[in-house]
């Protein structure tokens, strides 16, 4: 079992739709990371998060520490929006991934 | 700033031979780490440091060696390739456990 599950695995949306991705862990935390991958392979770094919500441009992530779960919105999606969204946690020394959600938004 | 420079870009090895990849950065981060990321798997911790001469153990790290001996830079070793270590490597640094910065990542076949 992954310490860390997403969903959905994979998203298709028309330009302009508001859009979710869901992340749950299993594991003790500090913090929680958001991360997108470019279809080119690079990753940047979205949002750390330990409580409640940040919002950069039209990215807003959430998380709820009781029940263990984040979220990360996009409003007004684009089709520079598409890529994979990757969550991830720090427990401890350890650093856990999710598998990522391939984001595709369609003009 | 350069941010994380990793190099190679691409490599190509034939099983039971060695090489380095290596990791630097040049925002005086302490942290620095070794992650592989395998087709439609999440990145996986091989290891990281959190400073000059301080290395420790990820998730996996078996077949792996890594040495910090400057803040700026950080090799990974693969000895004795197998086909199992064909992946993409990511480096990546932070100042303590904030937000990691990610190199652009080498991509290794063994054959």
């Known amino acids: 079992k992954n310490e860390v599950e997403q969903s959905p695995q994979n998203l298709t949306a028309q330009e302009g739709e508001f859009i979710t991705i869901n992340c749950s862990y299993s594991?003790?935390?500090?913090?929680l990371h958001w991360l997108q991958q470019h279809p080119g392979g690079g990753i940047v770094s979205l949002f750390m998060?330990?409580?409640g919500k940040k919002k950069h441009g039209r990215l807003i992530a959430t998380i709820n520490i009781q029940e263990k779960h984040s979220s990360l919105h996009i409003t007004a999606s684009h089709p520079r929006d598409s890529a994979v969204y990757i969550c991830?946690?720090?427990?401890?020394?350890?650093?856990?991934f999710g598998t990522g959600t391939s984001l595709t938004v369609i003009p | 700033n350069a941010g994380v420079t990793q190099t190679p870009k691409f490599r190509i090895l034939k099983i039971g031979q060695s090489m380095t990849l290596q990791c630097a950065q040049d925002?005086?981060?302490?942290?620095m780490y070794w992650y592989r990321q395998d087709p439609g798997m999440g990145l996986k911790l091989i290891y990281y440091?959190?400073?000059?001469?301080?290395?420790d153990k990820g998730e996996v790290p078996n077949g792996y060696n890594v040495s910090r001996s400057t803040t700026e830079d950080f090799p990974l070793r693969l000895e004795l390739a197998a086909p199992s270590q064909t992946s993409v490597y990511f480096c990546?640094?932070?100042?303590?456990?904030?937000?990691?910065?990610f190199g652009p990542g080498t991509r290794l076949t063994v054959t």
């Open positions: 990546a640094s932070s100042y303590r456990e904030y937000e990691q910065y």
């Open positions: 594991v003790g935390i500090s913090a």
């Open positions: 998060l330990s409580s």
């Open positions: 991830a946690v720090t427990a401890g020394n350890q650093f856990y």
């Open positions: 925002m005086n981060h302490n942290y």
């Open positions: 440091s959190v400073g000059a001469g301080i290395t």
